[in-house]
């Protein structure tokens, strides 16, 4: 059984999101996500909408995904990779060539970003919207 992981925040999903999920899980059998938790996200500056654990309820019912897992700091990816008996490691090109330390352990694939979708864009539009 081929198994696929990646990583990320994955909030207000969007076809970006799904694109990927879909495209990760077709490299193998088995979609591992790891979520950003609430804490990390701190870390990356980033605040999401959804709370860790609604974003994994939500996570859990999307079809490609079979495992979700959290993703609390930078350093865990290795051991992830291991510990899950990882094959491939799939991200977006956003982030290219970043986490190619992986490849002594795994395949490291990134894949094109979906044009035009992004959590943040949807936040502006809203915000547009919803202020003249
Ligand atoms: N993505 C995409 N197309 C978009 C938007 C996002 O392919 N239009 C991909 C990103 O490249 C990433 C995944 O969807 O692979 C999740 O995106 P985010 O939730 O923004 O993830 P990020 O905050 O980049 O977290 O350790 C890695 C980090 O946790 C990645």
Redesign the pocket.
């Known amino acids: 059984m081929k198994k696929v992981i990646?990583?990320?925040?994955?909030?207000l999903i969007h076809n970006?999101?799904i694109?990927?999920l879909r495209r990760a899980k077709e490299l193998g059998d088995y979609l591992i996500v790891a979520i950003?938790t609430d804490e990390f996200n701190q870390i990356?500056n980033?605040k999401a909408y959804h709370s860790y654990e609604n974003r994994k309820i939500i996570l859990e019912a999307i079809r490609y995904v079979d495992e979700v897992i959290p993703?609390e700091k930078?350093e865990q990816k290795v051991n992830d990779v291991i510990h899950h008996n990882v094959d491939i490691f799939v991200?977006?090109d956003?982030?290219e060539g970043k986490f190619d330390f992986l490849k002594e352990h795994c395949e490291v694939v990134y894949?094109p970003?979906?044009i035009g979708?992004?959590?943040s864009k949807i936040k502006e539009d809203l915000y547009k919207v919803n202020n003249g």
């Open positions: 990646t990583y990320g925040t994955f909030d970006g999101h694109n990927l950003s990356k980033k993703e930078w991200m977006g956003d982030w894949l970003r979906t979708i992004s959590t």
